[in-house]
């Protein structure tokens, strides 16, 4: 079994020395800061603070939040990147499946809606030829029309 015991420092030990008038400091010359000479000062820690980077100097900062803190702080920050990320991954494929929908349904409806439009402006121009052919010359038949006024009269005639 363990026994502790406990060890008191020297300087709570000892009773300081009274002076003039029972005052421990008696003018300004004793005024000095008490330094305890027998204790070793290590003076390692000065000379690491220069070889210290910002790296090293932030991640000893953690120790200055509490651990419940820590972990909820890098549980939130995991889950809002987690978030994101899944975010974009969905963004990014929804955006490859609407642009390959778009060219495999579109495109094929462009050129069709494209051809449509040349067919409707060939009947037009026709019709407006037919139109000043038949300004130009009344009653004659043009080669437009010829087919449709010897039909009408029952000849049937080879086509050429």
């Given at each position: 079994?363990?026994?502790?015991?406990?060890?008191?420092?020297?300087?709570?030990?000892?009773?300081?020395?009274?002076?003039?008038?029972?005052?421990?400091?008696?003018?300004?010359?004793?005024?000095?800061?008490?330094?305890d000479?027998e204790?070793?000062?290590?003076?390692?820690?000065?000379?690491?603070?220069?070889?210290?980077?910002?790296?090293?100097?932030?991640?000893?900062?953690?120790?200055?939040?509490?651990?419940?803190?820590?972990?909820?702080?890098?549980?939130?920050?995991?889950s809002?990147t987690?978030?994101?990320?899944?975010?974009?991954?969905?963004?990014?494929?929804?955006?490859?499946?609407?642009?390959?929908?778009?060219?495999?349904?579109?495109?094929?409806?462009?050129?069709?809606?494209?051809?449509?439009?040349?067919?409707?402006?060939?009947?037009?121009?026709?019709?407006?030829?037919?139109?000043?052919?038949?300004?130009?010359?009344?009653?004659?038949?043009s080669?437009?029309?010829?087919?449709?006024?010897?039909?009408?009269q029952?000849?049937?005639?080879?086509?050429?």
């Amino acid at each position: 079994m363990v026994k502790l015991q406990e060890v008191e420092d020297e300087h709570f030990t000892e009773k300081p020395s009274a002076a003039k008038e029972n005052v421990l400091l008696a003018s300004d010359d004793e005024d000095d800061d008490y330094t305890d000479t027998e204790s070793e000062i290590s003076t390692d820690s000065y000379a690491t603070l220069e070889e210290e980077s910002l790296y090293d100097r932030i991640a000893a900062l953690k120790d200055i939040i509490p651990p419940k803190s820590r972990h909820r702080i890098t549980s939130t920050i995991s889950s809002l990147t987690s978030f994101a990320k899944s975010t974009v991954s969905f963004g990014g494929q929804s955006l490859w499946i609407l642009s390959t929908s778009a060219f495999l349904l579109g495109v094929p409806w462009a050129l069709a809606l494209a051809e449509e439009q040349q067919y409707v402006q060939l009947e037009r121009e026709q019709g407006i030829i037919k139109g000043a052919n038949e300004m130009l010359t009344p009653g004659a038949t043009s080669a437009l029309t010829a087919p449709q006024a010897e039909g009408q009269q029952g000849a049937a005639q080879p086509a050429l």
